[in-house]
């Protein structure tokens, strides 16, 4: 049997509150890590989530910022640098809300919040918390994209031109880095089932598509997360990882 441990590894979540952030905070601290818990504003189910990581024996710390601001995000790193240490596994996760809409429909303001969610946030991250994984000569950076990506439906458009922003600048710096022994991985998981997303008519002809004609959960999208964390992974870098049952397939 091959175990998974993070025993001694510190990792940071962003947007640890939402259904995803809470089952990924969960599984790392199963398999030893301690966890930087961040919110932008549910402060009270971040409380909620470090008490269960707290009862598992694990090390932990809330934080609140806004992930695509310069100045917010270089507070959160040095209070998380003063209080716990430097993170050895950033987990970049959290998304901004608009509503779906054609491109001809589509408010300026939704492409903008995307760059900034996606894109200025992992390059916030990447500033902030990687120098010290260069220091360290070892670290996991995994930004959490999504199947859309691939697929370019109607009504995604803002939504996908964040996310392949981020992907561009994710494959670069996994090139910049990997020399300091750090790997830069994707997870892009498909239409999740979890709590806060349950099976819907809707989500049916979704699932009829989907050659392992079902969904996934979130369970099974932080195991791949848990995995990229590992040694286990140790020489794979640049990957745009889809956990989506087959849904999309990157081709060569």
């Known amino acids: 049997m091959i175990p998974i441990d993070l025993s001694g590894k510190l990792a940071i979540i962003t947007g640890a509150t939402s259904q995803l952030g809470r089952t990924m905070v969960r599984t790392l601290a199963r398999a030893g890590a301690d966890v930087v818990i961040h919110c932008y504003r549910n402060t009270s189910q971040a409380e909620r989530l470090f008490g269960e990581i707290r009862d598992m024996g694990r090390r932990g710390m809330i934080v609140q ?130 709590e806060d997303r349950p099976e819907t008519e809707e989500s049916l002809g979704y699932r009829e598509r989907v050659p392992l004609r079902r969904r996934g959960t979130d369970q099974e999208i932080a195991n791949a997360v848990l995995f990229l964390a590992s040694d286990l992974a140790s020489f794979i870098s640049g990957v745009y990882l889809p956990v989506c049952g087959g849904n999309v397939m990157p081709t060569i």
């Open 65 to 194: 910022a806004d992930v695509a601001d310069p100045e917010a995000v270089r507070s959160m790193r040095d209070t998380v640098q003063c209080e716990i240490g430097d993170p050895h596994i950033v987990i970049a996760n959290a998304v901004g809300q608009f509503q779906w809409k054609h491109v001809l429909d589509q408010e300026i303001e939704a492409y903008e919040n995307q760059y900034r969610t996606s894109v200025l946030h992992n390059v916030l991250m990447a500033q902030n918390f990687v120098p010290s994984m260069v220091d360290k000569g070892w670290g996991r950076y995994i930004g959490i994209n999504t199947e859309c990506s691939m697929q370019a439906w109607e009504n995604q458009s803002a939504y996908i031109s964040g996310k392949r922003g981020m992907d561009g600048v994710l494959r670069v710096l996994a090139k910049e880095v990997g020399p300091r022994n750090i790997t830069v991985n994707q997870v892009a998981p498909g239409w999740t089932l979890s």
